[in-house]
């Protein structure tokens, strides 16, 4: 699945790439340019806008939580975390695995001695890895997905 976030839903956007989802996220884009992007790519519109959600295939996200609606989101559409941290977070670009040696002059001498395996965005350039960050995550996917089922 391809979504498309509209302005409201930013973290939303963050956190679906987390999950490894591509996903595509402006600030500055008009509803007729949402629209257009989301029909020409084939992606599912996620919108908290109620009448651009009736012009195209969307799903209505009504809360203005990020925990909130991924649980709706998760309602709607079946989510699973199969590509957890395989994009990148700001510009969407899937992760290439690179060696240490890859990265040793864009990460500080402690992630090097510490972490084994790093991604780069092939995009942007920037570098990865499971630090506490991606513990931090699990945790929080656990919480979002334990409470799916209350």
């Given amino acids: 699945m391809r979504f498309l976030a509209d302005t409201m839903l930013g ?3 963050k956190w679906l790439r987390i999950l490894g989802y591509d996903v595509l996220y402006y600030r500055d884009l008009g509803d007729e340019e949402l629209l ?3 029909r020409a790519e084939g992606r599912i519109l996620l919108t908290r806008d109620e009448e651009l959600r009736r012009r195209c295939r969307g799903i209505l996200i009504s809360s203005d939580d ?3 609606q ?3 989101l998760a309602e709607a559409v079946p989510l699973d ?3 957890l941290f395989t994009r ?3 510009c969407n670009a899937a992760l290439e695995r690179v060696s ?3 990265v040793e002059d864009g990460v500080s001498p402690f992630i090097l001695a510490t972490q084994e395996e790093f991604g780069r965005c092939p ?3 920037r570098v990865y890895w499971k630090g506490s960050h991606f513990a931090q995550a699990l945790a929080e996917i656990e919480r979002i997905s334990s409470k799916r089922g209350e």
Avoid: I, M, T, Y
């Fill in 36 to 38: 257009d992007l989301a």
């Fill in 100 to 102: 240490r040696a890859e």
């Fill in 123 to 125: 995009e942007c350039g």
């Fill in 11 to 13: 973290k939303l956007a």
């Fill in 70 to 72: 991924l649980r709706e």
């Fill in 81 to 83: 975390s199969s590509g």
């Fill in 88 to 90: 990148c977070l700001e």
């Fill in 66 to 68: 990020w925990r909130e």
